[in-house]
């Protein structure tokens, strides 16, 4: 069984970055491909970013595309999300997910795709 740990959330203004972690422990994440989501009091979890196993294929949504960047490390287990140009619309609690893929090119976006998720960070952004 994976356990997944999101760290790097926080306070930050409006216009500021802030960068997330998601790390892996207990089975490799190099099968897995991996993805970013995030929900917002009242709102229903909302995808955000996903990689491929392979590394190669990211896909993001169109509310955060250009803004925000997906990347992984597989010799250190961890996945990150590179938040820029952060807007108080982007506050919410942001959790990691992991699908667990044959193909190392599929880029999942569904929640009931993924298999694993972490218990979330908090990211606030102030204006």
């Known amino acids: 069984q994976v356990h997944l740990v999101e760290s790097g959330g926080g306070l930050v203004q409006a216009g500021g970055s802030l960068r997330l972690s998601c790390a892996a422990s207990g089975r490799a994440l190099s099968s897995a491909a991996m993805g970013w989501f995030r929900q917002a009091p009242s709102k229903e979890r909302e995808f955000l970013a996903s990689?491929?196993?392979?590394?190669?294929?990211?896909y993001f949504a169109a509310s955060v595309k250009g803004r925000f960047t997906i990347s992984r490390d597989n010799a250190k287990n961890t996945v990150y999300l590179q938040m820029n140009s952060l807007k108080p619309e982007d506050t919410a609690v942001y959790y990691c997910a992991l699908k667990w893929a044959s193909s190392p090119w599929v880029t999942p976006t569904r929640t009931v795709e993924y298999d694993n998720w972490g218990q979330g960070t908090q990211v606030t952004v102030s204006s």
């Open positions: 990689i491929s196993r392979s590394g190669e294929n990211t």
